[in-house]
């Protein structure tokens, strides 16, 4: 099951820290999750990987649509503390250009403006 926490920063950034795995099971609820978070008016986020033990082409396509949906609105999306496997699936898909990572979540963050 996959479990989703959000802290909301004062400084207009999300902080999406989704456990579990991130599947055709929990992909919509993650989805849902996001875009709940952009229209009440964060679109910048940073996903908190630590915690994600799979990523399947499901969860891979919520997070371009949500990088889509932010940008659209001026913000962006970045991935922070992503686990090998997750990595991987970003790599096979060579989509590390657009989805930016960062080693702490306090690197993602100091990356906004």
Sequence with gaps: ML???ITLRP???AVVQPAGRIDAHGALEFKNRINETIDSGYPWLV???VAVTFLDSTGLGVLITSLKRAMALGGDLHLARVP???RMMIEL???QSHLP????VAD???SYP
Excluded: K
């Design 3 to 5: 479990e989703i926490m």
């Design 11 to 13: 400084n207009g950034v």
């Design 47 to 49: 996903i908190d990987f």
């Design 84 to 86: 090998q496997t997750v």
């Design 93 to 95: 898909t060579s989509l």
């Design 101 to 104: 990572r960062y080693a702490s």
């Design 108 to 110: 993602a963050l100091a």
